[in-house]
């Protein structure tokens, strides 16, 4: 729970940062690429994540691989995140700031999952089921999920709209399998 509202703050704390110096956007963009380097390089985790090793070597390590590729001031956020010995915490960080940036630029992520790609209009179509809980711009993310066999399924916050044909075969075989007939009568 501690490590939860750790990473909510210095989440909050970097997007007000960047809220103020007009940089929002550029701000997810460039945790986002420290992030997506970190999730396919293990190696570098495990060097940040060391503590014999000086923390003037593991900035100069960030320092050569992302000095081009983000901003200044988010990489003085990154180095605050070694001088607290915090670097584990950077991918949450970033899961987080997504989160609190959709709802400063009131965007509402909404997933489809579906056995096959569909199309912009029938995604549009879907969003029927969530429209009286959305206000805001929406960002469709349409996963596949071929489990499903068929059907949809829609999530939007907590909320969860399930037609899928999985789910309408799993309530089928429950109902089955209670034994309605019962000897002696």
Same mark, same amino acid.
Do not use: W
């Given at each position: 729970?501690?490590?939860?509202?750790?990473?909510?703050?210095?989440?909050?704390?970097? *997007? &007000? +940062?960047?809220?103020?110096?007009?940089?929002?956007? #550029?701000?997810?963009?460039?945790?986002?690429?420290?992030?997506?380097?970190?999730? =396919?390089?293990?190696?570098?985790?495990?060097?940040?994540?060391?503590?014999?090793?000086?923390?003037?070597?593991?900035?100069?390590?960030?320092?050569?691989?992302?000095? @081009?590729?983000?901003?200044?001031?988010?990489?003085?956020?990154?180095? *605050?995140? *070694?001088?607290?010995?915090?670097?584990?915490?950077?991918? %949450?960080?970033?899961?987080? /700031?997504?989160?609190? /940036?959709?709802?400063?630029?009131?965007? =509402?992520?909404?997933?489809?999952?579906?056995?096959?790609?569909?199309? #912009?209009?029938?995604?549009?179509?879907?969003?029927?089921?969530?429209?009286?809980?959305?206000?805001? %711009?929406?960002?469709?993310?349409?996963?596949? &999920?071929? #489990?499903?066999?068929?059907?949809?399924?829609?999530? +939007?916050?907590?909320?969860?709209? &399930? @037609?899928?044909?999985?789910?309408? *075969?799993?309530?089928?075989?429950?109902?089955?399998?209670?034994?309605? +007939?019962?000897?002696?009568?």
């Amino acid at each position: 729970m501690r490590n939860t509202l750790l990473v909510r703050r210095y989440a909050k704390a970097f *997007l &007000d +940062y960047a809220i103020q110096n007009n940089m929002a956007d #550029e701000g997810l963009a460039d945790l986002e690429v420290i992030s997506t380097t970190l999730q =396919a390089h293990r190696e570098l985790r495990s060097i940040l994540s060391q503590p014999f090793i000086a923390k003037k070597r593991k900035e100069a390590i960030l320092k050569r691989i992302f000095g @081009e590729k983000i901003s200044e001031k988010t990489l003085q956020f990154i180095d *605050l995140m *070694l001088d607290k010995n915090r670097p584990e915490l950077i991918q %949450n960080i970033f899961d987080t /700031y997504q989160l609190l /940036y959709n709802e400063y630029k009131n965007i =509402a992520v909404v997933t489809i999952t579906t056995a096959i790609n569909i199309d #912009e209009p029938t995604q549009q179509k879907l969003l029927y089921f969530v429209k009286d809980k959305i206000n805001g %711009n929406v960002q469709i993310i349409n996963k596949i &999920d071929k #489990e499903i066999i068929g059907g949809f399924i829609i999530n +939007y916050l907590d909320y969860q709209y &399930d @037609e899928s044909v999985r789910t309408k *075969l799993k309530k089928l075989e429950a109902l089955f399998t209670d034994n309605l +007939y019962v000897k002696g009568y």
